[in-house]
C-alpha cells in the first residue's frame, strides 16, 4: 500500500517536472506575453501624463541600462529576474501619494510576481542540472549597473517625498525600463 502511494507521488513529481521544463522551454513567449501585460497595467494604473508635472527634473540615464547586453540565455533570465525584482519592491513602497487607479496597481504587483516566480523556478530546474555558461563577470557588472540604476529611482522617490509628481515620473521611466525587459526578452528564443 505504501509502496503503491509512493510510486504515484514520484509519477506526479516526474510529469509536474517534465510540465514545468516545457514551461521553461517556452519562456520566451510566456515573458514577452507578461511584459506587455505588465506595461499594459501601468499605462492604465495612471492614465495620461499630470502636466503639472512637466517641469520636475530627473537624473536617470536609461541609456545606460539600455546598453546592457547579455549573449547567454542564463544570464538575461537572472537579468530580467532582478530588473523584475526591483521594479516589484519600488511598486510596494509609499504609494500613498500615488493617485492611481488601484485595480490596476494590484494587478501590475500581481503581474510581476508571477514573472519573478517563473523565472525563478526555471533558473532553479537549470542550476539543478547544474548549467552553467562562462563568462559570469559580464554578470556581475550587468547586476552591478541594475542596482546603481534602480537606486537612483528610489533616491529620486525620496528625495521628491514620494510625491504624485515623483510617482507619475518613475512611471514614465519605468515604461522605458520595459524596453530593457524586452530587449533582454528576444534574447531568449531558441
Excluded at 8 to 24: A, G, V, Y
Excluded at 120 to 138: D, F, H, Q, R, V
Amino acid at each position: 500500500m505504501i509502496s503503491r502511494s509512493l510510486l504515484q507521488f514520484c509519477l506526479m513529481l516526474l510529469f509536474t517536472s517534465k510540465i514545468s521544463c516545457l514551461d521553461c522551454n517556452r519562456i520566451y513567449v510566456l515573458q514577452t506575453r507578461m511584459n506587455s501585460k505588465s506595461l499594459e497595467h501601468l499605462e492604465k494604473m495612471g492614465g495620461n501624463f499630470p502636466f503639472q508635472c512637466l517641469n520636475e527634473r530627473t537624473a536617470f540615464k536609461p541609456r545606460d541600462i539600455l546598453k546592457i547586453r547579455l549573449s547567454q540565455q542564463e544570464y538575461a533570465k537572472e537579468a530580467i529576474q532582478q530588473i523584475l525584482q526591483e521594479l516589484f519592491h519600488i511598486f510596494n513602497n509609499n504609494l500613498t501619494q500615488a493617485a492611481w487607479n488601484e485595480t490596476s496597481i494590484k494587478e501590475f504587483q500581481n503581474g510581476l510576481h508571477q514573472q519573478i516566480e517563473k523565472l525563478g523556478t526555471c533558473l532553479s530546474a537549470e542550476m539543478e542540472k547544474e548549467i552553467t555558461y562562462p563568462g559570469k563577470e559580464n554578470l556581475l557588472l550587468t547586476s552591478l549597473k541594475l542596482k546603481r540604476y534602480f537606486q537612483t529611482i528610489n533616491n529620486f522617490l525620496k528625495e521628491k517625498q514620494y510625491s504624485q509628481c515623483a510617482w507619475e515620473i518613475i512611471r514614465a521611466e519605468i515604461s522605458r525600463c520595459f524596453l530593457m525587459l524586452n530587449i533582454l526578452t528576444k534574447g531568449l528564443q531558441n
